[in-house]
């Protein structure tokens, strides 16, 4: 009996680190989509399907085939808040996304984020956030956060340009 008390705790312990760590993973999520990263890989990732097309133009690649290899995208693109979730972990918790994503959603983030002119209401709103522990985190740990996602970003690029090839290759193209 005790053995079956044991086993319960782990299981509903497990569940629980999982369902916090999707929470995590989805808070990462809104943070980049907030801040304009996940739009940036959004255009990394036509590019590199562009690429691909290039590529394999002498192939004569069915449209019915390239949109299979486009589903590619969507997976890439929830596989990025995964991986990038790694290095956000290192350095913030839970409460700071959700404080990042306040910011990024305000008037005033968005203006920062847009480079658009800030009013004094906004710059005081920006002054108090990055005075705050969150803001400071951001601050200190900035060109080692840059560091990490651009290390990760890359490993990301090369998993989902590995993953279109074997798509294309499984539908019987090759370079």
Partial sequence: MKLLYALLLSFSLL???????????????VCIENNGTLAYY????DAM????????????????????VEKEKEYAKNGLATMLSRAYKEHFTLQDLELMNELYTSKAGRN?????????KDKAY???????ATGKKIQNTQREMSASLRRLAKI?????SNQVAEVLSEKGYSF
């Fill in 112 to 120: 920062m984020l847009q480079n658009r002119s800030l009013s004094k």
């Fill in 126 to 132: 920006l002054d108090r956030f990055y005075n705050s």
């Fill in 42 to 45: 959004d255009t990394v990732l």
């Fill in 49 to 68: 399907f562009l690429d691909f097309k290039t590529e394999f133009q002498a192939n004569n690649i069915p449209d019915s085939v390239w949109k299979i």
């Fill in 15 to 29: 569940t629980s680190a999982v369902a916090q760590e999707d929470g995590y993973v989805v808070a990462v999520k």
């Fill in 156 to 160: 990301w690029i090369n998993n989902t």
